[in-house]
């Protein structure tokens, strides 16, 4: 089966780290990735990891551990526009089927 | 144009009815992507095609749904006797080929059957 979680909602204050967690089962894995999608807009992508480790690029840092089934989205210097849902998102065979978590929401607070 | 285009941006529609919705993917991306997004949810994947073909189409809920890509660029989802429940924003995204890191996604229709 195909199963993807995240925390539904969460706040943070400006100026803060805050970290999205997202566990997965999947029948296949070709890539981990996490989107920002704000409210009534499209997801845009923001990174991906295939192997273990920490991507960083910039304010945001992706980590991955494939032997958990884990992954987490670290973002830091937090402003008021990432008030936005972030979406992990497994691709299951290579370059086709892409699952989606529900999403977290995240709101930051002056 | 730059990005994903979709039409309309917004389709309303009675029980029933046959809809017809756009996907224009960004020129040269042979990989394009269908999902519907219900709200507070994620996107959920329909429909995938690399080129012309429909490479995999598991996530099309039924025999309703159906999709096109005659030319390998423009694509079509093809909605028969809607239903209520197929009330969602669709989702296009495309990408340079299959295996590429990142989708571009489109700003999505918003579809509701009345």
């Known amino acids: 089966g195909q199963n993807i979680d995240q925390p539904t909602e969460m706040t943070a204050t400006e100026g803060a780290i805050v970290q999205i967690n997202c566990t997965y089962q999947t029948s296949g894995f070709n890539g981990l990735f996490w989107y920002q999608q704000h409210a009534g807009e499209a997801p845009t992508f923001l990174s991906y990891n295939v192997l273990d480790g920490l991507e960083e690029k910039g304010r945001f840092s992706s980590f991955l551990s494939r032997s958990k089934g884990y992954s987490y989205l670290l973002l830091k210097e937090l402003q008021m526009k990432d008030s936005a849902s972030y979406l992990c998102a497994v691709r299951d065979n290579y370059g086709q089927n892409f699952v989606f978590g529900p999403g977290t929401r995240l709101s930051v607070l002056p | 144009g730059a990005g994903v285009s979709q039409t309309p941006s917004n389709k309303v529609t009675e029980k029933g009815k046959y809809v017809e919705l756009r996907c224009d993917p960004i020129?040269?991306?042979?990989?394009l992507y269908w999902y519907r997004q219900s709200l507070g949810q994620g996107p959920e994947f329909l429909i995938y095609?690399?080129?012309?073909?429909?490479?995999?189409d598991s996530g099309l809920p039924n025999d309703r749904f159906f999709a096109v890509r005659p030319e390998g660029s423009v694509s079509t989802l093809k909605i028969q006797r809607t239903e209520r429940g197929d009330s969602a924003v669709y989702l296009c995204?495309?990408?340079?080929?299959?295996?590429?890191?990142?989708?571009?996604f489109g700003p999505g229709t918003r579809l509701t059957v009345l």
């Open positions: 020129s040269g991306h042979t990989a």
């Open positions: 095609f690399q080129g012309t073909g429909a490479a995999d």
């Open positions: 995204a495309s990408s340079l080929i299959g295996t590429s890191i990142e989708q571009f």
